[in-house]
């Protein structure tokens, strides 16, 4: 079993792969009271785009040499934290303002990933894809834009409730209760009470009774005397960007989304120094990252879903594990990898049919990270067009409706995705072209069962 050989867990004496960070102790992060978390208002100013990584040939390197083995230690828990809505453009990552402290003080204690990406533009394609280990075009879905999944799709927590495992987790959005099949697999599943169902935004405030539940979660012997595994999602920087008392960073929404990120990284930081408390937080680990980003005017867009650019698909990625030492990893990374990474950080086997691979090795390797492709997938639906891309180093090629357009970018002389490649380096557009053809034959696609509404279907597809 993979998880017999994986996990560096309490080795105090890990030393940091690039020899640039101590080696984190296996106390969580800093408390609240450690942390300067009152609110500081400031002036408005642009978002500095992140920096991408050196421009390299497309041709792939050979991968690194094998990690050492490692010593096998007890099994872990795993709490997932997903933010809606939250941009790759963190304090950590250079944002100028400090929208999130405690965020910022688990990723310098935690590997941290640069380039993450979610697998779609929105919640539905990418939180399916997240929880199955597959891309959304895999997976028997009704085909609407609040796509529902039924259960013949088998999503990761079905499987360490299988092993085990105790699943639980709570959510705030009414997406999230019965509609979209994310239940399955739990075996404690709550919503917060009294949301909308409102199919366009998201109306109410919530992160305090979201606290409240999983605090009330993981509080719960019957949840963590054995090992366990827990999944909240925290919906408040989705539009609508509402104010908070005492937060206020000016009056453009990038200022009113920035202060619900300040409020929801208030919570998040109360239920950080629960974790800390109890006894089992030493054998737990900490994901964060986020089902898509969010558009302020970048390509005249605003909110997210519908296209793959930059903005709505690159993602925060932070994996704290107890006695691994922090460093950043910069080369381009899925959450289609959350899924194995999960798995084997609780000693459970992946399935083969899974699209991503762990990222458990790479947390402790000294080595450089192997280069690897992302895709990123958005089926048609009632609501998108059909969209996919793929990244390979720091160049990109997205591909609209049934491939039938391609538009290269160079991410890294190009963050802002202003320039088309197509024309001016055509050598580069037929390699990363051929690249993203041959790569997409892994997919195998699944017609969803509504096809009669399907935007920008053509009458030779099916779907």
Same mark, same amino acid.
């Given at each position: ?50 920096? !991408?990584?050196?421009?390299? !040939? ?34 950590? $990552? =250079?944002?100028?303002?400090? +929208? ?8 310098? !204690? ?10 779609? #533009?929105?919640?539905?394609? #990418? ?43 709570? *959510? ?18 709550? +919503? ?51 104010? *908070?008392? =005492? ?8 200022? *009113? ?27 737990? !680990?900490? +994901?964060?990252?986020?089902? *898509? ?29 107890? =006695? ?11 959450? /289609? ?17 899974? $699209? ?41 090629? /997205? ?56 935007? =920008? ?7």
């Amino acid at each position: 079993m993979r998880g017999a050989r994986i996990l560096p867990l309490l080795l105090a004496a890990c030393a940091a792969p690039f020899g640039r960070v101590a080696p984190v102790k296996p106390a969580l992060v800093p408390t609240a009271a450690q942390l300067d978390t009152t609110p500081k208002p400031a002036r408005v100013q642009e978002a500095s785009p992140t920096q !991408a990584a050196s421009a390299a !040939a497309v041709t792939s390197v050979p991968p690194p040499a094998p990690a050492p083995p490692i010593v096998a230690a007890p099994k872990l828990n795993v709490i997932l934290i997903t933010v809606d809505a939250l941009r790759a453009d963190m304090p950590w $990552q =250079g944002y100028p303002r400090d +929208i999130a402290p405690n965020l910022t003080a688990l990723a310098n !204690a935690s590997v941290s990933y640069s380039r993450a990406y979610s697998v779609s #533009s929105y919640t539905a394609m #990418s939180i399916a894809a997240l929880l199955s280990g597959r891309y959304p075009a895999e997976l028997e879905r009704s085909g609407y834009f609040f796509s529902a999944y039924p259960d013949e799709v088998t999503f990761f927590p079905e499987l360490l409730r299988q092993a085990g495992v105790r699943t639980v987790g709570a *959510h705030a959005h009414f997406y999230f209760d019965t509609k979209s099949g994310f239940r399955q697999g739990f075996d404690d599943y709550r +919503i917060v009470a009294g949301i909308s169902d409102d199919r366009t935004t998201a109306r109410e405030i919530t992160s305090p009774q979201h606290l409240a539940l999983a605090l009330d979660i993981l509080g719960n012997p019957v949840n963590t005397a054995g090992q366990f595994f827990s999944w909240f999602h925290f919906i408040d920087p989705h539009d609508l960007y509402l104010a *908070h008392p =005492g937060i206020a960073f000016g009056g453009k929404p990038r200022d *009113h989304y920035d202060g619900e990120v300040f409020f929801t990284d208030q919570h998040l930081g109360k239920l950080f120094e629960f974790i800390r408390s109890q006894p089992w937080g030493e054998r737990t !680990a900490i +994901i964060v990252t986020a089902d *898509h980003g969010e558009a302020f005017g970048e390509h005249r867009m605003v909110r997210h879903g519908f296209e793959l650019w930059e903005p709505l698909t690159r993602v925060p990625l932070i994996i704290h594990v107890p =006695g691994v030492a922090a460093k950043r990893v910069d080369v381009p990374r899925s959450d /289609i990898d959350l899924a194995p990474t999960i798995l084997e950080l609780m000693g459970v086997p992946s399935p083969s049919n899974f $699209q991503g691979k762990s990222l458990v090795g790479e947390l402790t390797a000294t080595t450089a990270p192997e280069l690897r492709d992302v895709i990123l997938d958005l089926p048609r639906t009632s609501d998108s067009y059909r969209r996919r891309a793929l990244v390979h180093d720091t160049y990109k090629i /997205i591909a609209y409706d049934d491939d039938y357009r391609f538009e290269v970018y160079d991410l890294a002389k190009d963050p802002g995705e202003k320039r088309d490649l197509r024309k001016v380096n055509p050598e580069l557009y037929e390699t990363m072209k051929a690249r993203y053809l041959e790569h997409i034959k892994t997919i195998h696609e699944v017609c969803p069962k509504m096809r009669n509404r399907l935007k =920008g279907k053509r009458r030779e597809k099916p779907c």
